[in-house]
């Protein structure tokens, strides 16, 4: 049974930095997509990146790109989020989730993925 844990959200002020990581187990993720999304207070769950287990393909969402970083560590089953330069709007729950496979049309989307952590709040103050 696949199991998608996250770690490493907590507070932080305007333009700090945050490392969230998922832990995965259950089964081997070849050929997985891993995505991060985030659910801003009282709005819909929406997509911040995503990287193929192999690490062969990464796509990240506009607010992401030049300041968020995704990784995979297979070793350690493990994916992780670098958080820098962040901002208030940041603020969110944010997720790891895991799909088998990479599809274009619905890497960006919450209902391609199967697999989903808990969350772990992230919060930034201004």
């Known amino acids: 049974q696949v199991h998608l844990a996250e770690s490493g959200g907590g507070l932080v002020h305007t333009g700090g930095s945050l490392r969230l990581s998922c832990a995965a187990s259950?089964?081997?993720?070849?050929?997985?997509?891993m995505g991060w999304f985030r659910q801003p207070p009282g709005k819909d769950r929406e997509f911040v990146a995503a990287?193929?287990?192999?690490?062969?393909?990464?796509f990240a969402a506009d607010s992401a790109k030049g300041r968020f970083i995704v990784s995979r560590d297979i070793a350690e089953n493990r994916v992780s989020l670098q958080m820098n330069r962040l901002r208030p709007e940041d603020t969110a729950v944010y997720y790891c989730?895991?799909?088998?496979?990479?599809?274009?049309?619905?890497?960006?989307?919450?209902?391609?993925?199967?697999?989903w952590g808990q969350g772990t709040q992230v919060t930034v103050s201004p």
């Open positions: 989730a895991g799909a088998p496979g990479w599809r274009t049309t619905t890497v960006t989307k919450p209902g391609g993925y199967d697999f």
């Open positions: 259950g089964r081997t993720f070849d050929g997985f997509a």
């Open positions: 990287i193929t287990w192999s690490g062969g393909r990464i």
